[in-house]
């Protein structure tokens, strides 16, 4: 049972816009930690995606974009590609258990 | 150019020990927190331990505190992960990782090794 809560899959269309949830809890998200997002290819190490919330690091299209509200946040993919499909995770630093803590990850469908 | 690079997998029989390595390059390696994830067989990543760069701070998951060691040698750009008294549930890929942020509130994940394969079976 993963602290940060991710529905276990989504999917869309090419072109379609996505939307990936991530629930935690007062002792992370709610607490004002940092939320991140990574992607992973099977077979491939993560990357990051988003960090800090909403800010993205060089080379990763503005086609991603991230929130955060309260307890909980979420990343949102638009104009939905191929080579997007992986699998991925958010991560805040929990408090209450003094590390870092992961969601257990969303698997993305391109139909 | 940031590279990570982990060897020290194998394979282990339960109650057995391991020492991961991780050589750093491409940044300055002895100003940066270092970290541990692992990823069990088809399963998600879980953070194992983290070392601050003043080599002393550490933080470790509960599943392997009293049983993993994370340490460092900046002289080396290296990294490391004891892993005394292993269990079937230990068996994972772990991923060196470097950190990034200001405060451990803020701190993520900034660059990944390909990981390396520990497989803990009698």
């Given amino acids: ?111 | 150019e940031v590279q990570l690079l982990e060897s020290g997998g194998g394979l282990v029989q339960p109650g057995g020990s391991l020492r991961l390595s991780c050589v750093a390059t491409g940044f300055p390696f002895s100003i940066f927190a270092m970290g541990w994830v692992r990823q069990s067989p088809g399963k998600g990543l879980e953070w194992v331990s983290t070392l601050h760069n003043d080599r002393l701070t550490t933080h470790y998951a509960k599943s392997v505190r009293g049983r993993f060691t994370i340490s460092r040698d900046n002289s080396m750009n290296t990294l490391f992960l004891q892993m005394n008294s292993l269990r079937a549930e230990d068996t994972a890929i772990y991923f060196c990782a470097k950190f990034q942020g200001q405060e451990v509130s803020d701190y993520y994940f900034d660059f990944w090794g390909q990981g390396t394969l520990v497989t803990v079976s009698s």
Avoid: H, M
Avoid at chain 1, 12 to 36: E, L, Y
Avoid at chain 1, 37 to 44: A, H, I, K, L
Avoid at chain 1, 66 to 79: D, R
């Fill in chain 1, 1 to 111: 049972q993963s602290v940060l809560t991710q529905p276990p899959s989504v999917s869309a269309a090419p072109g379609q816009r996505v939307t990936i949830s991530c629930t935690g809890s007062n002792s992370n998200i709610g607490a004002g930690s940092d939320v991140q997002w990574y992607q992973q290819v099977p077979g491939t190490a993560p990357k990051v995606l988003i960090y800090g919330d909403n800010l993205r690091p060089s080379g990763v299209p503005d086609r991603f974009s991230a929130s955060k509200s309260g307890t909980s946040a979420s990343l949102a993919i638009s104009g939905l590609q191929a080579e997007d499909e992986a699998d991925f995770y958010c991560q805040s630093y929990d408090t209450s258990l003094r590390g870092w803590v992961f969601g257990g990850g969303t698997k993305l469908t391109v139909l």
